[in-house]
């Protein structure tokens, strides 16, 4: 799915209830039209030589930059950033066009 990638990765604070922050997040997603997608994951290999101690990665994708901007500013948003920004200890945050160089199918 092309478009603009808007890409969070975190490393949660010891105690943190990362499962509800996962699960509001994958309702906040849900709950606007704006968001055209949302994938996560778990850190697999467990690397902190190259994963910085990140421990979860959420991309969600968009139409276009307004749509991030208008997501970023959305009331919904700015509360649940509020709480996801308690629980964790670091965050990175990207947001890029997608290039699609090749894609496999079965």
Not at 27 to 41: H, N, P, Q, R, T
């Amino acid at each position: 799915m092309a478009g603009i990638k808007h890409l969070v990765m975190a490393k949660f604070k010891e105690g943190a209830a990362v499962e509800q922050l996962v699960l509001d997040m994958k309702k906040l997603a849900l709950e606007l039209d704006i968001v055209k997608s949302f994938e996560w994951g778990e850190d697999v290999m467990k690397n902190d030589k190259y994963s910085h101690g990140f421990t979860h990665t959420f991309i969600l994708t968009f139409d276009s930059a307004e749509d991030v901007a208008a997501y970023i500013k959305h009331p919904r948003h700015v509360e649940y950033g509020k709480k996801f920004r308690a629980g964790t200890e670091k965050i990175l945050a990207v947001d890029f066009p997608t290039v699609i160089d090749k894609i496999r199918t079965a």
